[in-house]
């Protein structure tokens, strides 16, 4: 008799083929509407599991509101549900939020009586915020990239580099289609995917945030064998196995590490650069690059083109980078 493990590492390999199968056919844009279907079911089922109100209490830290408390409810009220009872400045610069001092998104719904801390990118110390911001350009970018293809070519959006924000440039690293292998893109493409960012950011999306066990995560990206080892390695990576999804729009991805709330908080954000990098095991690998200051930052236009011809250039990643879990994660609430 086979082993339980081994056994059920057939099962998984078997279903990622069978499904990678299935989905192949189905155009980008369907797929798209098929992983934020089943988005849209796991959240609905979460949502379950809070049928009756249950209150919690919430004391607000930091300048201004230490020692403020909110009466919230369980399951359902979140750290953007909070602001709403403060001022509008709260609602729209608050980026992130700290939950007994771990990072957690502003949708992301309480579940506890807890302490919270709401960041912005005016913090004296705005580490935590900037390199969400950092990841959430990341991001977006990979957004802009999924659709910007015509639904011939197939997109493969491999796992997003986790670059500090002195590195220059936030990264996306992705696959196409291998017809697109000698595609050279101009700076009129770099034009046109800052376009798609800036008509997104424009629309204020939230970036919904969805915490998900490893079997719901490996049936959302059924389509991508790539995505399916990532979902795996973030999966043994985490305490409660679970993976860190995010939506916006119609847009689903994976992340390592807490995003900020909406596309609304990016400013200024320009596409400068997508560079081949060499072979991998998908084929062609290939680096988008960008650079963004959050909303109420903004650079004068000569530094803006001295930063701008730093993120031109190739950001540089370690092998090592793209299975080391990022230094800040989410917290994450249990699953039931």
Not at 12 to 33: D, G, N, T, V, W
Not at 112 to 136: E, G, M, V
Not at 236 to 262: I, K
């Amino acid at each position: 008799m086979m082993p339980v493990a081994a056994r059920t590492v057939c099962q998984m390999l078997q279903r990622r083929l069978a499904s990678s199968a299935a989905a192949a056919c189905l155009p980008p844009a369907e797929l798209r509407s098929h992983r934020s279907a089943l988005f849209s079911k796991e959240l609905a089922r979460q949502r379950s599991l809070y049928p009756r109100t249950e209150k919690i209490d919430v004391m607000l830290q930091g300048p201004g509101l230490q020692g403020t408390l909110l009466v919230m409810n369980r399951g359902l009220s979140t750290p953007y549900s909070c602001t709403r009872h403060l001022t509008e400045w709260h609602v729209k610069s608050s980026a992130l939020a700290l939950v007994d001092g771990q990072p957690w998104h502003m949708h992301r719904p309480l579940t506890h009586s807890c302490d919270l801390t709401l960041l912005t990118f005016k913090d004296d110390d705005p580490q935590i915020a900037n390199q969400a911001y950092w990841r959430s350009c990341a991001a977006l970018l990979g957004h802009v990239l999924d659709a910007a293809f015509k639904d011939e070519f197939s997109v493969e959006l491999l796992k997003l580099p986790e670059v500090p924000v002195t590195a220059g440039a936030f990264c996306c690293d992705l696959v196409l289609d291998s017809r697109l292998d000698s595609w050279i893109p101009t700076e009129e493409n770099m034009r046109s995917l800052t376009r798609d960012a800036l008509q997104l950011i424009h629309k204020d999306l939230p970036w919904e945030p969805l915490e998900v066990s490893a079997t719901v995560a490996l049936e959302i990206f059924s389509h991508s064998r790539c995505k399916q080892e990532e979902v795996e390695e973030r999966a043994a990576q985490s305490q409660n196995g679970t993976v860190s999804l995010y939506r916006c729009g119609d847009h689903v991805t994976v992340s390592g590490g807490p995003l900020v709330a909406r596309t609304g908080l990016c400013s200024q954000y320009e596409v400068t650069s997508v560079h081949t990098v060499g072979e991998c095991e998908w084929g062609v690998l290939r680096r988008a690059q960008g650079l963004s200051l959050p909303l109420n930052l903004t650079a004068h236009h000569k530094v803006w083109k001295m930063l701008r011809k730093r993120a031109e250039r190739l950001v540089e990643i370690p092998s090592s980078s793209t299975v080391t879990p990022p230094l800040i994660t989410e917290a994450t609430p249990p699953q039931q």
